[in-house]
Structure formats: structure tokens, C-alpha cells
């Protein structure tokens, strides 16, 4: 039976399954592993099961056991992966894909309705008993009628074209490649980010955390949206220059923020704590109970059949 690290701890169905099949080494307390920690305990492990919140950077990477042979991350993102440092140690690197596309597009419109209705004051308001209903208290942006721009029109970015659709919105989109006229549907390509810039109103990340995507909403960047533009980060927070988004919400270039990802998670760009016009959330994208399972169930999946056949369809690397 083949060793497993399961480095974070499981909805309970997910690690039974993978105790059925492996034998597997748990967190129970679910402590977040340190570096040394994750290379110490998988060190008489075939595989890792990880998550999000391990960086596995090169440096992690050349000093795993010889006996690791993939990592399975529990995530449709691998950005915390060096899948490069990983190929060269011939460590398959495997995600989620699919699983989470729909819970992770609820969550994309629900930031980009709150950031656009003002959902922060709103909730501040009720809290404090500090309201009366008035002709003109906390009027928002209204996303019927307005244009939606989408970074990345992979799996999620069009779930979230879809759902948008049916609020009345017209999608405009960035992508690495134009995608085919049935996955396009009506939306409308631009070749360039700063042109999908200009004519977003409303604008939703949903690109992959890569080299080339770090910080692409940058001071030069934001230039480009209208005046008053609404942005929604359901993605990464590594897309996002967090100073130069702090200093365009404080002087209006940029109407207001949903945000559920942030740069060096658990922590928060304090600007964001404060602004009434951000509106946030921890990290929820995929926080159903039915996605998580389907996920952690496809990261363990991905084990066994690489295991059992050397390959596997969601290997990244
Ligand atoms: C969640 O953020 C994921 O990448 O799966």
C-alpha cells in the first residue's frame, strides 16, 4: 500500500476514502505545516495530498524525499507549486479542475454584487441600527446593462460569463488565446488587457497566479478602466498591486472592490480593512460542503490512478 501526506485536514469522508486506498498519515489538529515540517513528515511518503496554504517552492522541492513521486493539490490552483522545480525531480503535480467551476462563479458574482451594492456599508449600517430607509441611502452601481470585463476565460471565468448573462450583462474578455466561437458565446475578445481594460465597468479576475499575471492590476493598469469601475478578485491575490488598488479606491478612480483572495493570505492589506467601499471575504471560493468533498475525493483520485497507471488527466507539470 502506498504512503500518503495529507498535509491539511479532510472533510471526514475524503479522508476515509483516502485511508481505504493508502495508508495515510493525517493533521489532525490541522496545524498550517511549516516548510520543514511538510519535508520531515513526508519523508517515508509516496505522495503529498497538499493544499493552498503549503508553498512548495523549489527549495522545498529539492530537499523531498526520493521516494515522493506526486504531489496531488487539493486546489484548482497549483501557483503554491513549483511545477517546474517539481518536473525536474520527475514529481507529477496534480489539481482540481471542474469540480469547484461553480461554487467558485457564485462566489466571483456575490463580491462583484457586494462590492457594487455597497454591501459593506449596507451590513455596517444594519449592525449599528444606524439606518433609515431614505430615497438615496447606499445607492450602488446596478450591473444590469453595464459591460463586464473578464481576465482569463478558462473554466471559471466562463461560469461567471454565464451567470452574468442572465443579470443583463455584456462580456468582454482577455485570455492568453481567443477561445472558440461555441465557448465564446457572444462575448466579445480583445487582444490586449488595456483594451478589455477601457471598456470594463465591471471587471472579474479569473486568470491563473503565474509569472506573467503577478501584479497585472498594477497603478499603470488601472489607468485604463472608466472612472468608477467595480472589481471583483475571485482568482488570486497575486494579481492584484494591493497599494496601488488602496490608493484608487480612496480617490474614486475605482468605485469600489469584492475580494475574496488576498496577497500572503491569512493577512489583509489593512487598506482593505478599513475602506467602505471594499467589500470582503475569506477565501470561499469552493466553501461548499458538496464542492470540497468532490474536490478532496479528485485529489485522491488523482493519486490512485497515478499510482496505478503513471499517469493521470489533471497532472499540471
Ligand atoms: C481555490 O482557491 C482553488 O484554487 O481551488
Given at each position: 500500500m502506498k504512503k500518503i501526506l495529507i498535509t491539511r485536514k479532510l472533510i471526514k469522508s475524503s479522508e476515509e476514502l483516502a485511508s481505504k486506498i493508502f495508508e495515510t498519515k493525517l493533521n489532525k489538529k490541522d496545524d498550517l505545516l511549516t516548510k520543514d515540517e511538510l519535508i520531515k513528515k513526508s519523508?517515508?511518503?509516496?505522495?503529498i495530498l497538499s493544499s493552498?496554504?503549503?508553498?512548495?517552492d523549489a527549495d522545498v522541492i529539492s530537499k523531498l524525499s526520493d521516494k515522493i513521486k506526486i504531489i496531488s493539490n487539493f486546489a484548482v490552483g497549483f501557483g503554491n507549486i513549483d511545477i517546474n522545480a517539481a518536473k525536474k525531480r520527475n514529481i507529477a503535480v496534480t489539481n482540481t479542475p471542474d469540480v469547484l467551476t461553480d461554487a467558485t462563479a457564485e462566489i466571483a458574482m456575490l463580491i462583484l454584487l457586494g462590492a457594487a451594492r455597497r454591501a459593506t456599508e449596507g451590513i455596517k449600517a444594519v449592525h449599528t441600527k444606524n439606518w433609515k430607509w431614505t430615497a438615496d441611502f447606499l445607492m450602488g452601481k446596478q450591473l444590469t446593462g453595464s459591460r463586464l470585463g473578464i481576465l482569463g476565460m478558462g473554466r471559471i471565468g466562463r461560469a461567471v460569463a454565464e451567470r452574468a448573462r442572465s443579470f443583463g450583462m455584456s462580456i468582454h474578455y482577455f485570455n492568453r488565446s481567443r477561445l472558440s466561437k461555441e465557448l465564446e458565446k457572444d462575448a466579445i475578445y480583445h487582444k490586449s488587457l488595456e483594451s478589455l481594460l477601457s471598456v470594463s465597468d465591471f471587471f472579474s479576475i479569473n486568470c491563473p497566479a503565474t509569472e506573467e499575471t503577478?501584479?497585472?492590476?498594477?497603478k499603470e493598469a488601472i489607468k485604463f478602466f472608466p472612472d468608477g469601475a467595480v472589481i471583483s478578485n475571485s482568482a488570486r491575490g497575486d494579481m492584484i498591486d494591493d497599494e496601488a488598488m488602496v490608493e484608487a479606491l480612496k480617490n474614486g478612480k475605482i468605485y469600489s472592490l469584492g475580494i475574496d483572495?488576498?496577497?500572503?493570505?491569512?493577512?489583509?492589506?489593512?487598506g482593505y480593512l478599513v475602506l467602505p467601499n471594499v467589500f470582503v471575504l475569506?477565501?470561499?471560493?469552493?466553501?461548499?460542503k458538496k464542492t470540497r468533498t468532490a474536490m478532496a475525493n479528485l485529489a485522491v483520485d488523482n493519486m490512485k490512478d497515478f499510482f496505478q497507471t503513471g499517469k493521470c488527466k489533471n497532472q499540471v507539470n
Open positions: 519523508e517515508d511518503c509516496d505522495g493552498l496554504t503549503e508553498k512548495i503577478k501584479h497585472i492590476i498594477n483572495v488576498y496577497n500572503g493570505e491569512p493577512n489583509i492589506h489593512p475569506p477565501h470561499l471560493g469552493s466553501a461548499t
